[in-house]
């Protein structure tokens, strides 16, 4: 009898190899999610600042996320090397965030007449598999100093990968 295995020992093998795929799969559940949007160059010059803006509107959201979102945004030059960047933002579903960056605080080298080239990049980790591609709305606008009027606004015009639980980009 004791080289044979009872049907006792086969359930009890099952539940325990039961057990502890639950469990790991609420680990995998509860990893980081990575999502990096990556907009279009644009051009900002003396006088004036870059404004970007995320939202993470409730339209675009059929599963709310529960857990916040947040953010990094950072300025990227023409070599693709940050010149900026914001602190954390948190995000609530239907919140909104933006940060400012005046062109006077800037690094100098740039185009004749002080004028600089950049691209935005926000980095943005989150606990709920709800936030994806169309849960974020990055915009970018390029405001007067002086007047506070918006020269230029760029939504919409990001290019956004998603990581995998590892922070690995998908192929």
């Known amino acids: 009898m004791k080289g044979i295995i009872t049907n006792r020992q086969i359930i009890r093998c099952s539940l325990v190899v039961l057990l502890i795929g639950l469990a790991a799969g609420r680990a995998n559940a509860q990893e980081n999610r990575h999502i990096e949007l990556l907009s279009y160059s644009f051009g900002v010059i003396?006088?004036?600042?870059?404004?970007?803006?995320?939202?993470?509107?409730?339209?675009?959201?059929p599963h709310p996320p529960q857990n916040p979102v947040n953010a990094h945004i950072q300025l990227l030059?023409?070599?693709g090397d940050v010149i900026a960047?914001?602190?954390e933002l948190r995000l609530l579903?239907?919140?909104?965030r933006s940060w400012d960056q005046p062109r006077a605080?800037?690094?100098a080298s740039g185009e004749p007449g002080e004028r600089i080239q950049l691209r935005v990049?926000?980095?943005?980790?989150?606990?709920?598999?709800?936030?994806?591609r169309p849960s974020l709305m990055p915009a970018i606008e390029v405001i007067d100093t002086l007047t506070g009027e918006?020269?230029?606004h760029m939504g919409k015009r990001f290019i956004i990968f998603v990581s995998g639980p590892n922070g690995t980009r998908p192929n």
């Open 93 to 96: 579903l239907g919140q909104t």
């Open 121 to 132: 990049r926000v980095l943005v980790t989150t606990l709920s598999g709800d936030v994806g």
């Open 105 to 107: 605080l800037l690094p």
């Open 46 to 61: 003396q006088g004036q600042k870059a404004r970007i803006t995320i939202i993470l509107p409730r339209l675009a959201n």
């Open 77 to 79: 030059d023409t070599e």
């Open 85 to 87: 960047q914001s602190g």
């Open 150 to 152: 918006t020269v230029y």
